[in-house]
């Protein structure tokens, strides 16, 4: 069984940084795709960063290009989401998600496993 572990998540202001982290379980973490996705209350779950297998690859959602970074360490079979500039709109509950196959994908159909989710607030 895959589990994925988030952490890193907070109350900052406007303008702040945070780096969430998201570890995972099993020996295959380097063979997917991982994706980043949030949702704020009453809204959907919306992409917001994906990376490929071996990090040659990423994709960012319009609004956080140039102020969000994913990465990840499959030696640590860890994923990262450094977040800059943030804005209240960025509050969330922020999640990741492990794919199904090895290429980075900005559809919410294709990760199959998915983490308990890590809270971020922004203040004005």
């Known amino acids: 069984q895959v589990q994925l572990v988030e952490s890193g998540g907070g109350l900052v202001q406007a303008g702040g940084s945070l780096r969430l982290s998201c570890v995972g379980s099993?020996?295959?973490?380097?063979?997917?795709?991982m994706g980043w996705f949030r949702q704020a209350p009453g809204k959907d779950r919306e992409f917001v960063a994906a990376i490929s297998w071996t990090g040659g690859s990423t994709f960012y959602a319009d609004p956080v290009k140039g102020r969000f970074t994913i990465s990840r360490d499959n030696a640590k079979n860890t994923v990262y989401l450094q977040m800059n500039s943030l804005r209240p709109e960025d509050t969330a509950a922020y999640y990741c998600?492990?794919?199904?196959?090895?290429?980075?994908?900005?559809?919410?159909?294709?990760?199959?496993?998915w983490g308990q989710g890590t809270q971020v607030a922004v203040s004005s």
């Open positions: 099993g020996r295959t973490f380097s063979n997917y795709a």
């Open positions: 998600a492990r794919g199904s196959t090895l290429a980075a994908s900005i559809y919410k159909e294709a990760y199959v496993y």
